[in-house]
């Protein structure tokens, strides 16, 4: 969605997302990386014969802050350097939550009894440990009851939908997160 979002030349229908394999290359064993590689290379070629391929962005969280991003970035590249179309890793700081962090309205605008995350405003968002658990006591107001329904994982859809649908594309200017500076020029060259 954000793909879509970023570049009006590709539209929602062209995105095709695969649940698997969940595992790209972080927690696959060195010895194991080239048959792993195979499978995926196997995988995306018989996708192109019903689906052309145009290029595979890999998604996979860091599970530790920046600047361990461009490790994992490297390591996915170079691991699927022979696929013929471009791989664009998408490897946000330590996981997904740690983006929305750059856009705490959008993340507020999800459920009206959310308050903005707004703690880490003008800090590098890419130092946030534990970003999803950081991002469940964020939009947690104080004297909140025990019903209170926090932020879960299938929530990123919908905070994506509210930064695509509010034109909120780029983060204000005193959020920075180099992991997402890195999505984004991973996004220009498709």
Same mark, same amino acid.
């Given at each position: 969605?954000?793909?879509?979002?970023?570049?009006?030349?590709?539209?929602?229908?062209?995105? /095709?997302?695969?649940?698997?394999?969940?595992?790209?290359?972080?927690? +696959?064993?060195?010895?194991?990386?080239?048959? #792993?590689?195979?499978?995926?290379?196997? $995988?995306?070629?018989?996708l192109n014969v019903a689906t052309p391929i145009?290029? @595979?962005?890999? #998604?996979?969280?860091?599970?530790?802050?920046?600047?361990? #991003?461009?490790?994992?970035?490297?390591?996915?590249?170079?691991? =699927?350097?022979?696929?013929? %179309?471009?791989?664009?890793?998408?490897?946000?700081?330590?996981?997904?939550?740690? %983006?929305?962090?750059?856009?705490?309205?959008?993340?507020?605008?999800?459920?009206?009894?959310?308050?903005?995350?707004?703690? =880490?405003?003008?800090?590098?968002?890419?130092?946030?440990?534990?970003?999803?658990?950081?991002?469940? /006591?964020? +939009?947690?107001?104080?004297?909140?009851?025990?019903? &209170?329904?926090?932020? @879960?994982?299938?929530?990123?859809? $919908?905070?994506?939908? /509210?930064? @695509?649908?509010?034109?909120?594309?780029?983060?204000?200017?005193?959020?920075?997160?180099?992991?997402?500076?890195? &999505?984004?020029?991973? +996004?220009?060259?498709?």
């Open positions: 969605m954000l793909v879509a979002a970023l570049r009006r030349d590709i539209s929602r229908a062209d995105l /095709k997302p695969l649940r698997k394999p969940m595992a790209l290359v972080r927690n +696959v064993p060195p010895s194991r990386l080239p048959s #792993h590689a195979d499978r995926v290379s196997g $995988l995306l070629r018989a145009r290029c @595979v962005l890999m #998604h996979e969280d860091a599970d530790d802050v920046e600047p361990a #991003h461009e490790a994992l970035i490297s390591k996915i590249e170079d691991c =699927y350097r022979s696929l013929p %179309w471009p791989v664009l890793p998408v490897v946000p700081a330590w996981e997904m939550e740690t %983006w929305w962090f750059l856009f705490p309205e959008a993340v507020r605008q999800v459920r009206p009894s959310w308050q903005p995350p707004r703690q =880490y405003a003008g800090r590098d968002v890419g130092q946030i440990r534990n970003a999803k658990e950081q991002l469940k /006591k964020a +939009v947690r107001p104080a004297g909140a009851r025990p019903t &209170f329904q926090s932020y @879960v994982e299938a929530d990123s859809v $919908l905070i994506a939908e /509210k930064i @695509v649908s509010t034109g909120q594309l780029s983060p204000p200017w005193f959020a920075r997160s180099r992991s997402w500076q890195s &999505f984004l020029d991973a +996004v220009a060259r498709i």
